[in-house]
């Protein structure tokens, strides 16, 4: 049953305008929009919360659970699926984008690759000053092992970044269709 002009305008003030009414709309299509805003209340309100526009992270949080979301739809037997040809290939690029931005969230590149911190930081005063020294208890091979490893995780934090971006750039219109 479509509505009429006045009765969209009275649920569109009903509903302070977040009724996307038009023509063809009707009961059914405002009960669906209200239901699937709560559940999206629901679902990013942990992530909204926490929201910092100043920092990267929070919008990296705000993409996990986007791509969390299609991923459950995608394996949902319930709903009409994609054929597997298509389907699968989608729920793998999906399920490597979200086990790389948990990487990128977690930061332990450095212990991924093998640092060692088997040794302490402690403050030495200076004498006949009220300033101190930062020393540490590390060996010469111990600094040079650990170098290395700040290098490779570098270089492996740049590569998950690359390969995150290339997912992202060339498949993420293709998730959704």
């Known amino acids: 049953m479509a509505l009429n002009y006045k009765t969209q305008k009275v649920i569109n003030r009903l509903t302070l305008g977040l009724s996307t009414m038009g023509a063809g709309f009707s009961c059914r299509d405002i009960i669906y929009n209200f239901r699937q805003s709560f559940y999206s209340f629901r679902k990013f309100f942990k992530v909204t919360w926490d929201f910092r526009g100043f920092d990267y992270q929070s919008t990296l949080d705000i993409l996990s659970v986007c791509l969390k979301m299609h ?13 597997d040809e298509t389907r699968l290939p ?5 399920e490597k984008c979200l086990e790389l931005l948990s990487n990128i969230k977690a930061q332990d590149y450095a212990d991924r690759c093998g640092y060692d911190h088997n040794y302490e930081i402690y403050f030495k005063p200076i004498p006949g000053s009220k300033n101190s020294t930062l020393e540490s208890t590390a060996t010469p091979e111990q600094e040079a092992y650990n ?18 971006m290339d997912i992202l750039r060339i498949d993420l219109r293709n998730f959704w269709v």
């Open 71 to 83: 991923l459950e739809k995608l394996q949902d037997k319930s709903f009409p699926q994609e054929i």
């Open 90 to 94: 989608k729920e793998k690029k999906i």
């Open 147 to 164: 170098e290395k490893a700040r290098e490779r995780a570098k270089e492996l934090e740049e590569k998950e970044w690359n390969e995150f």
